[in-house]
């Protein structure tokens, strides 16, 4: 399947776990920022709000991981 829809900070931590990011500080604002490697992506954290499809896209774009990949975790 390839569509995304927004999802939730929790739900989105727990599959950048699985492919190996680790928090590596808190960033600016409500921004943490996670690492894998040299890779260092920053991931919003708004209190009740899910993370948008747009912003979820820009994500995947910074990993790199495909929008297929990323719904089979």
């Known amino acids: 399947m390839n569509k995304l829809s927004s ?3 929790e739900k989105l931590i727990k ?8 928090l590596y500080r808190q960033g600016k604002g409500s921004h943490e920022l996670w690492k894998r490697d040299d890779r260092v992506i920053p991931i919003p ?15 995947l774009n ?3 991981i495909t929008i297929e990949e990323f719904n089979k975790l």
Not at 15 to 22: A, H
């Open 7 to 9: 999802i939730s900070y």
């Open 15 to 22: 599959k950048l776990w699985l492919i190996g990011f680790e």
């Open 45 to 59: 954290k708004h209190k009740g709000k899910d993370i948008s499809k747009g912003m979820l896209k820009t994500i």
């Open 62 to 64: 910074e990993i790199p």
